[in-house]
């Protein structure tokens, strides 16, 4: 994305507000576990959890571009997708790299597998099972930034009937 310049009628103010519910309503589904954990009835934690995972960062960006209006979102955009370019994972990693996120993408996804069945042999399992949980979903979301943007593509072949465009020696599609 280009370098988007900053609007002239967005105030420090403003932008910082609106970044922060940009930010916090992002960082909603993180709140799932304390909803899951406290005396509520089940009827409330699923709806509770539901709005969490899907309502609630969809209104608050919402909520943010009512704040910034469309330029001041665009902007916050921009910004926000920089970032995540600069920072983000490089398009290839080595080969040792690639068997660590490899290892990092798999052992949560086992896991999840085998956890239902190894938890009513092993008592102390469903006594870490948060714990087990929540660094599982770490370790699965930090093995896409280890493996890389080459892995992403990958991933995304999944999902389309054709698969991947080859590219030539030019980099250009076949």
Do not use: C
Not at 10 to 17: Q, V, Y
Not at 81 to 98: D, E, I, L, N, W
Not at 128 to 137: K, Q, R
Request: proline residues 6%; hydrophobic residues 45%.
């Amino acid at each position: 994305m280009e370098n988007i310049e900053k609007p002239k009628n967005i105030s420090k103010a403003r932008l910082i507000i609106g970044a922060s519910v940009f930010i916090v309503g992002f960082l909603a589904p993180l709140f799932v576990p304390l909803v899951t954990r406290s005396e509520l009835s089940t009827a409330w934690k699923t709806t509770l959890s539901g709005l969490l995972m899907a309502g609630v960062p969809e209104l608050f960006m919402v909520i943010t571009v009512g704040i910034l209006g469309k330029d001041g979102y665009q902007y916050l955009k921009g910004k926000v997708f920089a970032f995540m370019k600069k920072h983000g994972p490089p398009q290839q990693v080595s080969r040792t790299r690639y068997k660590i996120g490899l290892v990092f993408f798999t052992i949560p996804l086992l896991l999840a597998l085998l956890f239902p069945y190894l938890s009513h042999h092993f008592a102390v399992l469903e006594k870490i099972e948060s714990v087990i949980n929540i660094g599982g979903d770490v370790m699965f979301f930090a093995s896409f930034f280890i493996l890389g943007g080459e892995f992403w593509d990958k991933i995304r072949a999944l999902f389309t009937y054709t698969g991947p465009e080859k590219k030539t020696e030019t980099g250009k599609p076949d």
